[in-house]
């Protein structure tokens, strides 16, 4: 099932590829990485997917720990920036697959390990791709996403106007109480669910995707009345050494199929 915003998706990745690895940003920074190895602990037996996995910095970190690695996603440019990178590694036991998480070119119970970090926000049919998800993964198996928590109350849709503005491709992020509801719908028992605070650079955030200036005019005015005690936008911006920040809360949620 193609995605109705493919074309959104693929135009902002392609965009974003270049810079996607870059030090400056929390993708694939050493310790978040870290936090999703020690939080879903694989094992050297596992058959490991990565969904929607972008240039798979995560997938690549999984691969010395597990026998396999198979990294999906829709933008090709993303998908070989992650070959290139597994390649200069020596990663020798990763496939990469250009497809898209609504629907998964992969047989029933083919992984052990199934995951998708920071990619749900950007599924119109989040339903679809968790479906796909369970359904590729083998009983006993554990399934686990990682992906923005919405903001609370009215302030959820001031928030993802603004970062919908900023990437078109983003189409809402979710509330932990969601992303359980994905695992309970499937029979999944949770076996983890916690956050990890993440300090984002608006400048560095606003440059990745490469949003006209225009529009970061008018995202830098709305965070900055916001920071003067103006309208809120859901972000909870703040000054630190003179650029905004703002806070983004990262939920790993973790279960695992019925035998």
Known sequence: MK??????????????APEFESK??????????DYALTEIAPAPSDDVLEVAAGTCACGRSFASRVRTVV??????SMLEVGRRAAENSGL???????GYAEELPFLENSFTIVFSRLAFHHF???????SEMARVL??????????MEATGGE???VRDEIETLRDPSHVRNLRREEMKALFSAHGMEIEKCGAITIPQRLESWLSLTKTPQSVCREIRRRMQADIDG??????CPYIQEGDIFFPQRWVLTMGRKGC
């Open 3 to 16: 995605p109705e915003n493919i074309e959104k998706i693929r135009r902002s990745f392609e965009t974003q």
């Open 24 to 33: 400056a940003l929390n993708f694939s920074k050493e310790e978040y990485l």
């Open 71 to 76: 990294c999906l996603d829709a933008t090709p």
């Open 92 to 98: 020798g036991n990763m496939v990469f697959v250009r």
């Open 124 to 130: 119109a049919d989040a339903e679809a791709a968790f």
């Open 138 to 147: 083998k009983p006993g198996g554990k399934l686990a996403m990682i992906d």
């Open 155 to 157: 302030l959820r849709e």
């Open 230 to 235: 103006g309208k809120k936008t859901g972000f």
